[in-house]
């Protein structure tokens, strides 16, 4: 009897994920400190939680526009426009299942088989996840530590071939907590014009920058419709800690309304209506818990690093997002992926190896701020101190 079809090579060809790997492991430890994983830790604003069940109290549970329920729509393009300073109007706001859907969407209006996608080294997981999926070839650009993990234009322009579509950015940065500049920024949207590429850039964590601003690549896009590139991924996830609710948005260039639709329509169709309106809440009521978190990660943050620095482990000072990615490489040998596994086991302590987003990441793990920050501390309090000599990279 024949056995079971083989799946489709590209699927096959999609990699473990690294930090859910090591999170379930925790999850099924008795006790543990989990600093691996990025959920935001406070109660949901009572005026949000209140709008989702009015919706099902009101029966409002039938299809909403692919698009999105019109109010929605126009509350994300209000506050790009108040933040970024860039003219969007609520015809280009698609409301989407979380960042993440968002991702797969813009990557499946913009990718064909073969294609190749510049993704950065270190990046989130899923940016070569998704790509694979679509029959697409990831291809990672440097972010080294020698440039304090910043993009280099010269290292990507020599990546792309007759292939390269996209340009994926990402500022704040998950995993590094690296927040691009102005004139990085520039830079980079003046490479894709010259090389013809779609930018997708990830702004999940644009609530949270620590001293700097949020500068996003739409401001630099094309000075005419027919010249604009950029694919703009938001979250309602970090920025409210809606990450159940799985509600963000894509902000896409104009002209594409028919495309995105019909493509939106064969993904999700369209985004479950509690969520939907949990979200306009969100956006337009009270801001009171995006003051408090922002307060909450950075006070974590100064207080992870004063622990890295008594202990002389080297680290990247977070600009952004609720991350911090530190070295170490003194006790990991080469394999931070085993290292973890092994400072779960013996420490009680889970954090996301940094192979997870990369091979430039090897040595490195990436602490996540967002909890209660006694956890934080005790977590960080096990870690093995680096021999005397060296300094921090903080």
């Known amino acids: ?17 690294q930090i859910r790997e090591i999170t379930e492991a925790a999850w099924r430890t008795p006790n543990a400190l989990v600093l691996s994983i990025g959920e935001p830790g406070f109660a949901l604003p009572r005026h949000v939680l209140d709008a ?27 506050r790009f426009r108040e933040e970024q300073g860039v003219d969007v109007g609520a015809d280009r706001v698609y409301v989407v ?36 999926l679509l029959g697409a070839v990831p291809v990672g650009y440097p972010l080294l530590p020698e440039n304090g993990f910043q993009p280099r234009t010269r290292d990507i322009e020599a990546l792309i071939t007759a292939r390269t579509r996209v340009l994926v950015l990402n500022s704040p940065s998950n995993p590094l907590g690296a927040v691009l ?23 999940c964590y644009e609530a949270f920058t620590y001293d700097v601003p949020h500068v996003s690549p739409a401001r630099f896009d094309g000075g005419t419709p027919a010249e604009a590139r950029v694919f703009t991924s938001l979250t309602l996830s970090k920025t409210y800690g809606l990450t159940g609710l799985r509600i963000g948005a894509l902000i896409c260039p104009p002209g594409l309304q028919q495309q995105m639709d019909n493509v939106m329509e064969s993904i999700v169709s369209c985004v479950a209506a509690p969520s939907q309106y949990a979200a306009l809440a969100a956006l337009t009521g009270p801001q009171d818990y995006v003051e408090t978190a922002h307060r909450h ?72 701020l967002c909890g209660r920050k006694q956890d934080l501390l005790d977590g960080l309090s096990r870690l093995p101190a680096r021999a005397p000599a060296g300094g921090t990279a903080g």
């Open 1 to 17: 009897m024949a056995g079971m079809p083989e799946l489709a090579a590209h699927v096959r060809d999609v990699p473990v994920n």
């Open 52 to 78: 989702g069940m009015a919706c099902l109290d009101r029966d409002e549970t039938n299809y909403t526009p692919n698009a999105g329920i019109p109010g929605l729509r126009e509350a994300f393009a209000a």
């Open 97 to 132: 299942s979380g960042a993440q859907q968002g991702l797969h969407f813009a990557m499946s209006l913009l990718l064909s088989p073969g294609d190749e996608i510049l993704i950065p080294n270190p990046g989130y997981p899923t940016f070569a996840m998704t790509s694979r």
């Open 181 to 203: 500049g102005e004139e990085t920024v520039r830079d980079l949207m003046d490479l894709a014009r010259r090389h013809n590429l779609w930018v997708i850039s990830d702004e």
């Open 297 to 368: 990660y950075r006070e974590n943050r100064d207080a992870a690093s004063a622990v890295l620095d008594s202990k002389d482990i080297p680290y990247l000072q977070a600009q952004g997002a609720f991350y911090l990615w530190a070295d170490v490489s003194h006790v990991s040998g080469g394999d931070v992926r085993a290292w973890v596994r092994r400072f779960l086991a013996d420490a009680g302590v889970a954090l996301a190896p940094g192979t997870a987003f990369g091979s430039i990441g090897e040595g490195w793990v990436r602490i996540a």
